[in-house]
């Protein structure tokens, strides 16, 4: 199961540099995970300062 960002993002970009995959890119207003290459791994989750990252 892939993990997902909601609204509450700021767009800040903390969670791009931690992904050890980089599953984590900039989006239109918010970052995106691609689901496919997200390894479940939970290091973006950890660092988001809006806790906007969550399983799916």
């Known amino acids: 199961m892939a993990y997902v960002i909601n609204d509450d993002c ?4 903390a969670c791009e540099s931690e992904c050890p995959v980089s599953a984590i890119s900039e989006g239109d207003g918010l970052y995106v ?3 496919d290459g ?4 939970g ?3 950890d660092c988001c ?3 906007a ?3 799916e």
Not at 10 to 13: D, H, L
Not at 38 to 41: A, L, V
């Open 38 to 41: 997200c390894i479940d791994c």
């Open 10 to 13: 700021v767009s800040c970009g």
């Open 33 to 35: 995970i691609d689901a």
């Open 49 to 51: 300062p809006t806790s």
């Open 53 to 55: 990252i969550a399983p």
């Open 43 to 45: 290091a973006c989750v």
